[in-house]
């Protein structure tokens, strides 16, 4: 079975014009197929870089003199592509998705379909997981969990009975969690708020909102003028942050303007939202949500 089937795998590498002697990141390898897809096009004075705190990924590793796989978060992209002897680089390729592989590993915690430990750690070595968040946190960061990420409405009421339950026995499985939070799993609707129950959980365990932010703001100093930056959400609270970043420079409020009502920001955006086709949805179903944005250093 492969590792990933990556999504929007021509356009995203289309959208960051390569050049053949060009420095690349792929910030997410996971299974490797857009990192496969960028050395394609890259003649042999070109270098790829990527990026995947999860230890798995390390598997994937491309035999390749062109290619260096860092195990790390792409939250420190800055200070390990310097390490590395890169300061700026011609494109960064971000596709922020949780990897097949990591739905599909039981253990791993990550999907509704399996009953397995409350992990979801996409780093192993991390101390937070699931478990700690159902069982440790209190009430109200349980509901603000459930409310930002999950964005779900029944958030106070959830919160209250994860804590009523654990108080008789601890939550450690997600059958305990789905038996816990029963009855707000309609039968018609029991998968979709399984998945943002889960969606919540998993952000917050990997804070991933705040390595996002992290990434973002260092992109326009390690890009250099002109270079790219292609990157796929798959849900509403990154896409509105890659959005608002590329419009903006900023993931709230407004750039301050000149006296003639000018701002300046470090990004334009190049074309506009692109999203799977209805075919390769069919081929790939967790291509569904994905929305790719394009970048250019100004």
């Excluded at 289309?14 to 197929?33: A, M, Q, R, S, W």
């Excluded at 409350?118 to 349980?142: G, H, K, P, T």
């Excluded at 920001?265 to 949805?281: A, N, T």
Aim: hydrophobic share 35%; no cysteine; proline share 3%.
């Amino acid at each position: 079975m492969d590792y990933h089937n990556p999504v929007l795998l021509k356009k995203t590498v289309e959208g960051l014009n390569i050049k053949p002697d060009g420095v690349y990141v792929d910030v997410t390898f996971g299974g490797g197929g857009h990192s496969k897809e960028i050395l394609e096009h890259l003649g042999p004075d070109g270098k790829l870089f990527a990026f995947d705190q999860d230890k798995d990924a390390l598997l994937n590793a491309i035999d390749d003199d062109r290619f260096t796989l860092i195990n790390e978060n792409f939250r420190y992209v800055k200070r390990f592509l310097r390490f590395h002897g890169a300061k700026q680089v011609d494109g960064v390729l971000a596709d922020f998705g949780v990897s097949s592989h990591q739905f599909d590993v039981a253990e791993r915690g990550f999907s509704t379909r399996f009953e397995a430990d409350l992990d979801m750690r996409m780093n192993q070595e991390d101390s937070l997981s699931a478990y700690n968040v159902i069982n440790n946190y209190d009430e109200e960061q349980i509901k603000q969990v459930l409310f930002q990420y999950g964005e779900l409405r029944q958030a106070p009421a959830m919160a209250k009975t994860i804590v009523e339950s654990r108080r008789d026995e601890e939550i450690k499985t997600s059958e305990q969690l789905k038996t816990a939070l029963k009855q707000f799993l309609n039968h018609q609707k029991e998968n979709k708020v399984l998945a943002q129950i889960y969606q919540a959980i998993r952000i917050e365990v990997n804070q991933e909102i705040e390595a996002l932010k992290a990434f973002l703001k260092q992109t326009p100093e390690i890009l250099v003028k002109g270079g790219r930056l292609s990157m796929i959400s798959y849900h509403s609270l990154e896409d509105r942050l890659v959005k608002r970043f590329i419009r903006n420079g900023l993931f709230e409020g407004e750039p301050e303007r000149d006296v003639f009502g000018y701002f300046e920001v470090p990004l334009k955006k190049v074309g506009g939202l692109i999203i799977p086709s209805r075919e390769e949805i069919k081929e790939n179903n967790r291509a569904r949500s994905a929305k790719l944005r394009i970048a250019e250093k100004l």
